[in-house]
């Protein structure tokens, strides 16, 4: 196995070797290295022998160094699930499509084992399928002030700086600048502008029939999100920390998922999101799953799961997360700071 490189200055060595030294030898005798390479970087380093044998007969013997390697076995052991549970995954290239089941089979077959499935007669039951359009929001609901996104086009990282980007306005104005846009993503409603909580807006609820079973819907206003924009607006890749039953009722929306241990984004995480870009290629050969969510389709973004969404046309989706079933995984930020 390589070695760690050295990043310990070059100075005059005493009979032992100091605490960074000392800690490059531990780290790579970890990382399974040979003694006698670990030898030949120190010589080279001009390090006295008996201060080589020093240390390694330090680290052979450190209690620590056997904590460590006791740690690093049960990691290396959970690796190993995560590299089954990925080979299985991969044998089923493609997301379900299905009615929808009944919420003891939904919960059994996709919420326990976090399984994403796209439900295809919900939406279509809705009134806001046939009704919903820029034209009748802005009759109906023209004068609701709201928060938009604006400014995002100028900005790497919109998303993880959305406050900056937040301005009050009233959706018929908003609706205006989405039609004379083009495609774009300087302009967006996203989930942190918590427009559906908006009391103005409750008369959207009245067009939504959620699956019944699945969800308190006494909670819907404050848990559901509406996203709206033109042609080209992202979400960069990112995971959530509940479960989300995700709607798409104008538009298409392009949505590459990639599975919660999926190892080069747990390395690439910053809080919930991640530091690469599946639409730059950076996740070439990771196993993931792309789809096009069509008007009138249901997507189930189980918790955890890494998604990008790209809108191909003007779209208006909606999402909830107050299912029935306890989903507060709040602590499951894998990204966070140590």
Request: glycine share 8%.
């Amino acid at each position: 196995m390589s070695l760690r490189a050295v990043r310990v200055s070059r100075r005059r060595h005493g009979p032992a070797l100091s605490p960074a030294y000392r800690a490059w030898v531990a780290e790579n005798l970890l990382r399974g290295a040979d003694e006698a390479a670990i030898r030949a970087v120190l010589v080279e380093r001009a390090v006295p022998a008996a201060a080589i044998d020093e240390a390694l007969v330090r680290a052979r013997g450190s209690a620590e160094l056997a904590g460590a390697r006791a740690a690093i076995r049960g990691l290396q052991r959970e690796a190993l699930v995560g590299r089954l549970r990925r080979s299985l995954r991969a044998t089923a290239p493609a997301i379900e499509r299905r009615t929808a089941p009944s919420p003891g089979e939904f919960v059994a077959r996709y919420w326990a084992t976090g399984t994403p499935v796209i439900l295809t007669d919900v939406v279509p039951r809705w009134p806001a399928f046939s009704r919903w359009s820029p034209a009748d929001l802005r009759d109906r609901f023209g004068a609701a002030e709201i928060e938009m996104s604006i400014g995002r086009a100028a900005d790497d990282d919109p998303d993880v700086r959305f406050k900056e980007h937040c301005r009050a306005t009233t959706l018929g104005e908003y609706i205006d600048r989405v039609l004379a846009a083009g495609e774009t993503n300087d302009v967006y409603l996203i989930a942190n502008n918590r427009n559906l909580a908006r009391p103005q807006l409750h008369g959207l609820l009245a067009d939504i029939a959620l699956p019944p079973g699945y969800f308190d819907e006494t909670r819907s206003a404050r848990c559901g999100a509406l996203w709206f924009g033109p042609a080209g607006t992202v979400t960069s890749l990112h995971h959530d920390t509940s479960n989300i039953l995700f709607f798409q009722v104008v538009g298409r929306k392009r949505f590459r998922l990639y599975p919660p241990d999926e190892p080069r984004l747990l390395a690439a995480a910053r809080g919930v999101y991640s530091t690469l870009d599946p639409e730059r290629h950076e996740l070439a050969g990771a196993f993931g799953l792309d789809e096009v969510l069509l008007p009138g389709e249901a997507l189930f973004l189980p918790v955890g799961w890494w998604h990008h969404v790209r809108a191909l046309d003007l779209s208006i989706s909606v999402a909830f997360n107050n299912f029935v079933w306890p989903n507060e995984f709040e602590w499951y930020k894998p990204g966070a700071p140590g």
